[in-house]
């Protein structure tokens, strides 16, 4: 029995998990900041970061309105628990280091792009709408990361190296990206969601071009994470990211008056 | 934006003529030495090609890098919190004020560079420790009214100081000023704005904001340097029309523009801070300046907090920098021979 899994409403559970990709992947860049490699990439990281979590804002407050019960996007960003959370593995995965960061990035801004590409039609107007925003600022971020992943493999062994090894230790979250809900096959084919599996296609032609460019390669035997997102299972890194992003929201409570 | 020349053709000239004078005749020095000083006592901008003394390069060169590497360990308190502002607004705008500080970190280096020294060279005396960077730096961040703080007391210190360097003699320094101080301003707003939201919360919020202040006030005044008896720049720079009006001018400046703001966020003021009728400013006791100065040689809470995290990310880019740099000689390479 998976007692976290929540069909009642799928497109509150699918906006959510727009959402929280946006934002998870978006603290992880936050993180970078005063520690970038250099001052251009620590402004990059915080254009990227503001990138992410400004759809995250958008998109949990369309899922706030879709559920329709009351909660705001501050709600749902700081109030909910690991198992609620419906963000890709991929994307709370720690930074590491810039390789692993710029793999995690040209991964995963890749796979945004094909599906905001894609939520531009959607006959729900407003995800139509963010998707048409949001698309424009992951042009540029699989731009970046496509630039980065070959400037850094091409240009050092050691950059090789680190850019490999992000690879190496991200490829089991792959299958993931595409594993498709029964209640997001339901929306899709009402001309609402994208159906995550119809954009793997793609996506492993764009990762192949760029990293044949690069000269690097998706690890022979990567496996897979034997579990789903969407019976609120993550890896142990979100409990911990959650601790630290959600802190004063559950200590100083807003029930109990606090504003912010 | 730096290099942009704004002189008009008289400027030119006559900047040419001193150039000119200098190659014609070289003993004539004080000559150019007095052109150069009627040029200041005109309000004209020095530009970076004109003829400038030692002196003046060296001043505006500890200057400027000393504001530049203050962006950028400025960004460490801030950081301290971005992962834990409270709300999704306040992370946005929290990502946007340290972006903005590496912005300036950025052009004020350029603004650096113009005097002759390289970005590289000024970084390697900040991470040695040769150059210094403004104290209040070397204060933790512990509670998240410090972040509304260091917008409101910290960024209103800086525009106290940074508005009159808008018209400093130095072209490329002023010019950087400007946008600096706009983006400074909307900073100080911000944050004062985000204390504004706790004082209408709960007790214990009002108790950060207290704490906040006790912390952070007395060292933000001590942001405008020593007192005008014993700075050494003063009298040259006043001079040069680098320093427009003295430090404690400015902090008299500054505590005038604080104290009502602080009583409107419901702030107890400290003992001795009390309005003066007579003079129409408010009075306050004399800072702690051995905390000041230990604070200056490096015993400040965070000093070496905040240089190890320097030299830290220095360190774990390094991989990075030498492979762009790789990659970039490589297609270099690649086109010279195509």
Known sequence: ?260 | MYTTDLRTAEEKAAAEKAGLKLAENPESIAELEEIFQARIDADEYIEPKDWMPDGYRKTLTRQISQHAHSEIIGMFPEGNWVTRAPTLMRKLILIAKIQDEAGHGLYLYSAAETLGTSRAEMVDQLLSGKAKFSTIFNYPTMNWADIGTVGWLVDGAAITNQIPLCRCSYGPYARAMVRVCKEESFHQRQGYEALLAMAKGTDAQRKMIQDAFDRMFWPSLMMFGPPDSDSMHLSQNTIWKIKRFSNDELRQRFVDATIPQAQHLGITIPEGIVFNEETGHWDFPDLDWDEFWAVVKGDGVCSSNRMDARRKAVDDGAWVREAATAYAEKQAQKSSAA
Request: hydrophobic letters at 40%; aromatic letters at 10%; one cysteine or more.
């Open chain 1, 1 to 260: 029995m998976n007692i976290y899994r929540d069909e009642s409403n799928p497109l509150f559970q699918y906006v959510v998990g727009l959402g929280d990709d946006a934002l998870i992947l978006g603290h992880r860049w936050s993180e970078w900041l005063s520690k970038g490699p250099n001052l251009e990439l620590d402004i990059a990281a915080s254009n990227l970061a503001l990138d992410l979590i400004g759809q995250a804002n958008l998109l949990l407050e369309y899922a706030a309105e879709v559920e329709g019960a009351g909660r705001s996007a501050d709600d749902l960003a700081y109030l909910r628990d690991t198992q609620d959370f419906r963000c890709h593995w991929l994307c709370e995965q720690p930074n590491e280091d810039w390789g692993v960061t710029i793999a995690r990035m040209l991964m995963f801004s890749t796979y945004q792009y094909l599906r905001y590409s894609a939520l531009m039609q959607s006959t729900d107007r407003q995800l139509a709408e963010i998707a048409a925003k949001a698309l424009k600022e992951v042009t540029y971020h699989r731009r970046f990361a496509a630039e980065w992943t070959v400037r850094l493999a091409q240009g050092t062994d050691e950059g090789h190296r680190r850019v490999q090894n992000g690879f190496n230790i991200l490829w089991r979250f792959v299958p993931e990206l595409f594993e498709t809900s029964g209640g997001e096959r339901t929306l899709a084919n009402d001309g609402i969601a994208v159906a995550s599996d119809s954009l793997e296609a793609d996506w492993r032609e764009t990762m192949d071009e760029v990293m044949t460019k690069a000269g690097v390669s998706a690890p022979e035997t990567s496996g897979r994470v034997m579990a789903s997102r969407h019976n609120g299972h993550h890896s142990e890194h979100l409990g911990h990211l959650l601790c630290e992003m959600q802190f004063l929201q559950r200590a100083y409570p807003k029930a109990s008056g606090a504003t912010w």
